[in-house]
């Protein structure tokens, strides 16, 4: 069985560009989160999709957005890049219950210059 | 606001050495607890986790964690660490919120010195 795949795997963009990072999840899995991930922060959470449907979302700006399409691959979209979103972006992928287990991809790095 | 608060962010200790990671979250109601490893260079990966029954949780590596839930506290444990376990360490809260939003604390860095 096929991991989370997530690409690109590094992204440099300079400040005011926006970005879409993709995130294709697991077989069968329904439920996408992402996450911002910096060094001392953790993992910040940012929305969490399921069916096409935004369910929950993270304390950020509107800059960043998703979406998730009908085979539950998604993408996230951070618009107006700043310099304190240089960080390295996580998705994970799960049945979608909250019991069981989230798989996460390798990340996107993402600098912003 | 719901928040995962781990207690230490950098942890030493030699080989053989017993280890404990602090662990609390601020929610109500019924929560799912897991605690999550990020070994160097590799993904993110689970190490047990808890959603009910017997507090005390056995996971993978000898890794255990006990839920007290008087306490909201999820403390991971192990008797006696190796070299390997370097890595860090993350403790997570799901909890259903017309969806579940699985929320990590900021990790703790644990060098094990051989």
């Known amino acids: 069985k096929a991991g989370v795949t997530q690409t690109p795997r590094y992204l440099i963009k300079t400040r005011g560009q926006q970005v879409t990072l993709s995130c294709s999840p697991i077989?069968?899995?329904?439920?996408v989160s992402w996450y911002q991930q910096t060094p001392g922060q953790g993992l910040q959470f940012l929305f969490e999709y399921f069916s096409e449907t935004q369910r929950n979302k993270g304390n950020f700006p509107g800059r960043f957005s998703g979406r998730q399409f009908s085979n539950s691959r998604s993408e996230m979209n951070v618009s107006t890049l700043e310099l304190g979103d240089s960080a390295l972006y996580l998705c994970a992928s799960s049945l979608g219950t909250g019991v069981e287990k989230l798989f996460f991809g390798s990340g996107t790095q993402l600098s912003v210059l | 606001a719901q928040s995962v608060s781990q207690h230490n962010h950098h942890v030493i200790l030699s080989e053989a050495a017993s280890l404990e990671l602090g662990c609390n979250y601020s929610?109500?109601?019924?929560?799912?607890l897991f605690w999550y490893v990020q070994y160097p260079g590799q993904h993110l990966q689970l190490l047990l986790k808890y959603f009910s029954g017997d507090p005390l949780v056995k996971g993978i590596k000898g890794f255990e964690a006990e839920f007290i839930k008087s306490k909201f506290s999820f403390n991971l444990r192990k008797p006696s660490v190796q070299w390997s376990d370097t890595a860090e360490y993350f403790c997570a809260v799901s909890q259903n919120t017309g969806g579940f939003k699985t929320i990590f604390g900021a990790g703790t860095r644990l060098f094990v010195k051989a």
């Open positions: 077989s069968g899995h329904r439920s």
């Open positions: 929610y109500g109601g019924t929560v799912n």
